[in-house]
C-alpha cells in the first residue's frame, strides 16, 4: 500500500514554525517513502475557518517547499460523516444526551467527592423515553457521544481496557479507555468536533499513516477505538514532541514573530525555517540544510526526543546566514536578478559577498556600494588619507588576472611599510565605507581599476 500521509490544520488563522514542524515531519516521511502527501483542511467550524487563511496556509507551505497531491476540504465532506454516523448510531455506539455544561460540572464535582474519576458517567444511556420526549419538548436537542467500548457487558460498568499502539516516535503506548469520558462528536448544533470527521477522512483517504504533535496522544486512544467501531485497521501514529521556545513558551501565543508569513518577511530562507522547525529536539545537530533532500536525510522519526523541543529563535539568524554562505549562485540567480543583480559580475559578486548576508536582500546593499561607492565618503586621518593615496597610484595597469590583489599588496606593503591592520583597514574603508565586509581581494575584480581610482581620497 502506497504510503499516505496528510497534515490537517484548521484555516482559523496563520501557521507558525510548530505547525511547520508537523507539516515537514509528514513531508519528509513522505519523501522518504516514495510516499503521498495529503492537505486537509479541519474547517467543520465554518464560523472560524476561512478560505483566506486556507490559501495562505497552501502559500507558506509551498514557500517551505511542500507540494501536496491531494487537498480536501472536510467543508465539502459533510455528506461523508452523515453516513458515518449513521452506521455507529445503527451500532448503538452513538448516543444521544441532555446534560447542559452546568448539569456536567455538578455530576463531576460529586463524583469527585465520591473519589470516582471525573469522567462521564453515562447516565444519559439510562434515560427513559418518556424523559427524552420531556427534554424535546423543553426545547433541548441532544449532543452525541460515543461509547467507548471499555466494558464487558454492561456499559455501566466499565473497566481497564487498554488500548495499544507501536508509536512511530514514541514506541509502545497505552491508553485506558476507562480513564476517559466517552467523547461528545456532535455538538447540540448539529455541529461536529474534529474526532469523527479526522477518523472518517483517514478511512476515506487511505491515510497511513498519521503524524501529529503529543498533544495528540490521547485523541489516538478514542479514535483507534472508532477506526474499529467503523469496520477500519487503525492506521500508522507517530507523535512527535511541540516545539517550544527556549522558556518553554509554547508557540500558539507567539504566532506574530514567528508565523512562516512573518519570518519570510524577515528575510529567513525557507530551508533555515525548514532545518530548525525539524532539527530542533532530534539527536541530528541543528545544521542549516541547503535542500529538502539534504534534510530528509537528517530526518528520522525514531530520532526525535520524547521532551518539548526547545529552541532560541536567534539561532534562526545563524542558520540564515550559513545557508547563505554555501547558497550557489545558480540558486540565488532569479531572486538576484529582480533586484538588478545582473550581467557578468553577478556571479563573482554573489560568491564575494554572500559570506556577509544576513538575509539575501542584503545584497543589494553590497551591490550598490561596488557600484557606485560609499554611501558615506570616509573620513580619514592625514596619514591614512596619504597611505591610500600612495597605495592607489601604486595599482597595477589592466589587464588583471587572478594574481593582481597579491601582487599590488606585495608592492604597497614594500613601499609603505605598513602591514596587518595598519594596511587592510584604510584600503577596505577607502573600497567600501565600511570597517568589515568581503574580501577585498574578490571585491578588486568588481570595482576595476577606473572604479577603484574613482574611490580616491
Ligand atoms: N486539525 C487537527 C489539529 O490541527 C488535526 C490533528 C490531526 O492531525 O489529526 O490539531
Given at each position: 500500500m502506497t504510503v499516505t500521509v496528510r497534515f490537517a490544520p484548521s484555516p482559523t488563522g496563520h501557521i507558525h514554525i510548530g505547525n511547520a514542524r508537523t507539516a515537514l515531519f509528514n513531508w519528509l516521511f513522505a519523501m522518504k517513502n516514495g510516499g503521498n502527501f495529503v492537505q486537509r483542511f479541519d474547517d467543520t467550524d465554518v464560523a472560524r475557518s476561512r478560505q483566506e487563511y486556507a490559501d495562505a496556509i497552501l502559500y507558506d507551505l509551498h514557500w517551505l517547499g511542500i507540494f501536496q497531491d491531494a487537498t480536501e476540504y472536510q467543508s465539502r465532506r459533510f455528506e461523508i460523516y452523515e453516513g458515518a454516523v449513521d452506521r455507529l448510531k445503527r451500532a448503538g455506539v452513538l448516543y444521544a444526551c441532555y446534560e447542559t455544561p452546568e448539569e456536567l460540572d455538578l455530576r463531576r464535582k460529586i463524583r469527585r467527592t465520591r473519589g470516582l474519576?471525573?469522567?462521564?458517567?453515562?447516565?444519559?444511556?439510562?434515560?427513559?423515553h418518556a424523559q427524552i420526549a420531556e427534554y424535546e419538548s423543553d426545547g433541548r436537542r441532544p449532543h452525541w457521544r460515543f461509547l467507548l467500548?471499555?466494558?464487558?457487558?454492561?456499559?455501566?460498568?466499565?473497566e481497564r481496557t487498554e488500548v495499544e499502539w507501536n508509536d512511530l516516535v514514541r514506541g509502545e503506548e497505552t491508553i485506558d479507555l476507562?480513564?476517559?469520558?466517552?467523547?461528545?462528536?456532535?455538538?447540540?448544533?448539529g455541529t461536529y468536533l474534529y474526532t469523527l470527521p479526522s477518523v472518517v477522512d483517514d478511512i476515506d483517504l487511505d491515510i497511513t499513516h498519521v503524524i501529529r504533535g503529543d498533544d495528540h496522544v490521547t485523541n489516538t486512544g478514542v479514535q483507534i477505538a472508532l477506526f474499529k467501531a467503523l469496520g477500519a485497521e487503525p492506521p500508522t501514529f507517530g507523535h512527535h514532541n511541540l516545539l517550544t521556545t527556549?522558556?518553554?513558551?509554547?508557540l500558539s501565543k507567539r504566532?506574530?514573530?514567528?508565523?512562516i508569513a512573518g519570518l519570510r518577511e524577515a528575510g529567513m530562507e525557507p530551508m533555515t525555517v525548514a532545518s530548525l522547525a525539524v532539527l530542533?529536539?532530534?539527536?541530528?545537530?541543528v545544521v542549516a540544510a541547503p535542500s529538502m533532500s539534504d534534510l530528509a536525510q537528517r530526518?528520522?522519526?525514531?530520532?526525535?526526543?520524547?521532551?518539548a523541543a526547545k529552541f532560541d529563535p536567534e539561532d534562526l539568524n545563524a542558520l540564515n546566514r550559513d545557508l547563505l554562505r554555501q547558497m550557489p549562485f545558480d540558486e540565488a540567480r532569479d531572486r538576484l536578478a529582480a533586484f538588478?543583480?545582473?550581467?557578468?559580475?553577478a556571479e563573482p559578486f554573489w560568491l564575494a559577498v554572500r559570506?556577509?548576508?544576513?538575509?539575501?536582500?542584503?545584497?543589494t546593499n553590497w551591490w550598490r556600494i561596488v557600484q557606485r561607492g560609499p554611501d558615506v565618503p570616509p573620513d580619514f586621518s592625514e596619514n591614512d588619507r596619504e597611505f591610500v593615496q600612495k597605495a592607489f597610484d601604486l595599482l597595477p595597469q589592466e589587464?588583471?588576472?587572478?594574481d593582481t590583489w597579491k601582487s599590488w599588496i606585495d608592492t604597497v606593503k614594500e613601499e609603505t611599510r605598513r602591514k596587518g591592520k595598519m594596511l587592510y583597514a584604510p584600503l577596505r574603508l577607502a573600497l567600501t565605507?565600511?570597517?568589515?565586509?568581503?574580501?577585498l581581494a574578490d571585491l578588486l575584480p568588481l570595482l576595476g581599476r577606473a572604479g577603484i581610482q574613482a574611490r580616491r581620497p
Amino acid at each position: 500500500m502506497t504510503v499516505t500521509v496528510r497534515f490537517a490544520p484548521s484555516p482559523t488563522g496563520h501557521i507558525h514554525i510548530g505547525n511547520a514542524r508537523t507539516a515537514l515531519f509528514n513531508w519528509l516521511f513522505a519523501m522518504k517513502n516514495g510516499g503521498n502527501f495529503v492537505q486537509r483542511f479541519d474547517d467543520t467550524d465554518v464560523a472560524r475557518s476561512r478560505q483566506e487563511y486556507a490559501d495562505a496556509i497552501l502559500y507558506d507551505l509551498h514557500w517551505l517547499g511542500i507540494f501536496q497531491d491531494a487537498t480536501e476540504y472536510q467543508s465539502r465532506r459533510f455528506e461523508i460523516y452523515e453516513g458515518a454516523v449513521d452506521r455507529l448510531k445503527r451500532a448503538g455506539v452513538l448516543y444521544a444526551c441532555y446534560e447542559t455544561p452546568e448539569e456536567l460540572d455538578l455530576r463531576r464535582k460529586i463524583r469527585r467527592t465520591r473519589g470516582l474519576p471525573p469522567v462521564y458517567g453515562r447516565e444519559a444511556l439510562q434515560l427513559t423515553h418518556a424523559q427524552i420526549a420531556e427534554y424535546e419538548s423543553d426545547g433541548r436537542r441532544p449532543h452525541w457521544r460515543f461509547l467507548l467500548p471499555n466494558f464487558r457487558n454492561d456499559p455501566m460498568e466499565p473497566e481497564r481496557t487498554e488500548v495499544e499502539w507501536n508509536d512511530l516516535v514514541r514506541g509502545e503506548e497505552t491508553i485506558d479507555l476507562a480513564s476517559l469520558s466517552d467523547p461528545i462528536l456532535i455538538r447540540e448544533d448539529g455541529t461536529y468536533l474534529y474526532t469523527l470527521p479526522s477518523v472518517v477522512d483517514d478511512i476515506d483517504l487511505d491515510i497511513t499513516h498519521v503524524i501529529r504533535g503529543d498533544d495528540h496522544v490521547t485523541n489516538t486512544g478514542v479514535q483507534i477505538a472508532l477506526f474499529k467501531a467503523l469496520g477500519a485497521e487503525p492506521p500508522t501514529f507517530g507523535h512527535h514532541n511541540l516545539l517550544t521556545t527556549s522558556t518553554g513558551e509554547a508557540l500558539s501565543k507567539r504566532t506574530g514573530a514567528l508565523s512562516i508569513a512573518g519570518l519570510r518577511e524577515a528575510g529567513m530562507e525557507p530551508m533555515t525555517v525548514a532545518s530548525l522547525a525539524v532539527l530542533t529536539g532530534t539527536s541530528e545537530n541543528v545544521v542549516a540544510a541547503p535542500s529538502m533532500s539534504d534534510l530528509a536525510q537528517r530526518f528520522e522519526l525514531g530520532a526525535t526526543s520524547k521532551s518539548a523541543a526547545k529552541f532560541d529563535p536567534e539561532d534562526l539568524n545563524a542558520l540564515n546566514r550559513d545557508l547563505l554562505r554555501q547558497m550557489p549562485f545558480d540558486e540565488a540567480r532569479d531572486r538576484l536578478a529582480a533586484f538588478g543583480i545582473m550581467g557578468d559580475h553577478a556571479e563573482p559578486f554573489w560568491l564575494a559577498v554572500r559570506g556577509n548576508l544576513d538575509k539575501l536582500s542584503d545584497a543589494t546593499n553590497w551591490w550598490r556600494i561596488v557600484q557606485r561607492g560609499p554611501d558615506v565618503p570616509p573620513d580619514f586621518s592625514e596619514n591614512d588619507r596619504e597611505f591610500v593615496q600612495k597605495a592607489f597610484d601604486l595599482l597595477p595597469q589592466e589587464p588583471w588576472d587572478g594574481d593582481t590583489w597579491k601582487s599590488w599588496i606585495d608592492t604597497v606593503k614594500e613601499e609603505t611599510r605598513r602591514k596587518g591592520k595598519m594596511l587592510y583597514a584604510p584600503l577596505r574603508l577607502a573600497l567600501t565605507g565600511l570597517d568589515s565586509g568581503p574580501e577585498l581581494a574578490d571585491l578588486l575584480p568588481l570595482l576595476g581599476r577606473a572604479g577603484i581610482q574613482a574611490r580616491r581620497p
